[in-house]
């Protein structure tokens, strides 16, 4: 009965259009009044202590720097050098943007910001070359989606606080599924591109121009392994990493590449500011309902209903799999995982399955989420700066969206794909 509560009003109000982090809020006053008791002093209190979090410090601070990197050029210049190595083969286009969605993603942290990003510079560029649009529309905002799960991830960040898993451990486990989310879009890019008659060959550059190319993106390219370095090597925790990506992405794009103008600073920090806003209210509505759930003993109830299948690892997987799919495809990957995440931790720990295993599994499947419709958040902004309809964008993402879900089930099947490089790293 208290898990239809929680469910029913949840999705109740979000059908009438209720923004979520008030139909979290609404979903644990009911669980209050279910459970007896009403008490406004602890919904203040639990969504001051949902936000007032060390760890959390990091989203504001990603987000400033993701803003840094694109407003400062550093962004562009990842483009160019993937365009200079790549761009002759045949689809290269193609390999830029799946180049690019990599060393994007090792940057900013977020598949909203790498889509818009990629499709603002390679979309006139696919279109003048007369690509195909749907396919290439298709290819960047599968390719944006790499963004969660390659260090820094906002979305790890989140998963951490909400399910009190090490940060760290989780970065270090997403590199080695992000490279292979980026392997699976070559070979699938691959096979469309041999196939395509209109697809053209552009002329190998010289490397006096990759060099340049190469020198100009030398300081892009050097945030990732200072942050990646200095995590590994315990120099600094994952907040303290983000507020070096900060400060150092404003000193590029000011001091070196000198593309950051004091005018041009604030509303910098306003569009940071707003996006941060929208994240930290949502987490402080979770951890409401977070303790409500707890309250209300509804992981119990869940350990309960999954209970055959948690002598069974690998079942229980796939079950969680199928129920994140399904969630992802009506519910963004944020609330996804302020929902979920404390409500599922408790089952997988029973099944003695490693949490930050989980972690990267969940925020896989929640990032392929982000290229299904109706809600498509990835498919959206794309479709937006693009200019084309939501049905040509879904005929050409659709191959991508099978090919992650191919690879999501191999990492069930053989976790130490994800478990022996982490141990590795870490």
Not at 9 to 17: D, E, I, N
Not at 85 to 103: D, E, N, P, Q, T
Not at 378 to 407: Q, S
Request: glycine fraction near 8%; charge should be neutral.
């Amino acid at each position: 009965m208290t898990v239809l509560i929680f469910v029913g009003v949840l999705l109740g109000f979000m059908a009438f259009g209720v923004p979520i982090a008030f139909a979290l809020l609404l979903s644990a006053i009911a669980l209050m009044f279910h459970l007896s008791f009403f008490d406004a002093q602890i919904l203040a209190q639990n969504m001051l202590t949902g936000a007032d979090s060390f760890a959390l410090m990091a989203v504001p601070l990603f987000m400033l720097a993701g803003e840094a990197m694109n407003a400062g050029g550093m962004s562009r210049r990842m483009v160019f050098l993937a365009s200079t190595f790549v761009g002759h083969i045949k689809g290269g286009l193609g390999y830029v943007a799946i180049m690019a969605s990599i060393l994007l993603a090792a940057l900013s942290g977020s598949a909203v910001a790498d889509a818009a990003a990629l499709a603002s510079m390679l979309v006139p560029m696919l279109r003048s070359r007369g690509y195909d649009m749907n396919q290439a529309t298709g290819l960047i905002a599968a390719g944006g989606i790499i963004a969660p799960i390659i260090p820094p991830s906002i979305s790890f960040i989140i998963f951490g606080v909400a399910a009190n898993v090490s940060v760290t451990r989780l970065f270090i486990a997403g590199i080695v599924p992000g490279l292979l989310m980026g392997l699976t879009l070559v070979l699938v890019w691959a096979f469309i591109s041999a196939k395509s008659k209109t697809i053209q060959s552009s002329p190998k550059e010289p490397w006096p121009i990759r060099a340049k190319a190469m020198k100009e993106a030398g300081w892009a390219l050097l945030l990732p392994i200072i942050i990646i370095g200095g995590l590994r090597g315990g120099i600094f925790t994952p907040t303290e990493a983000a507020a070096v990506a900060a400060v150092y992405a404003l000193f590029v794009g000011m001091v070196v590449y000198k593309e950051i103008t004091i005018k041009s600073l604030y509303p910098l920090l306003v569009n940071a500011a707003m996006t941060t806003a929208v994240v930290m209210f949502l987490v402080a509505a979770a951890l409401v309902t977070s303790y409500m759930i707890t309250l209300a003993d509804l992981p119990q109830s869940l350990i309960e209903m999954l209970g055959p299948l948690v002598d069974s690892p690998m079942l229980l997987m796939f079950a969680i799999v199928i129920l994140l799919t399904l969630v992802g495809t009506a519910m963004d990957l944020t609330p996804t995982i302020l929902i979920l995440a404390p409500v599922l931790m408790p089952v997988i720990k029973k099944a003695d399955i490693d949490p930050t295993y989980f972690g990267v599994i969940f925020i896989m499947v929640g990032c392929t989420g982000l290229l299904t419709p109706p809600v498509g958040t990835v498919l959206n902004v794309v479709c937006g700066v693009a200019k084309i309809r939501m049905e040509d964008i879904i005929k050409g993402v659709w191959p991508y969206v099978v090919a992650y879900t191919g690879l999501i089930a191999l990492l069930v099947i053989f976790p130490e794909i994800v478990l022996a490089p982490m141990r590795w790293f870490y």
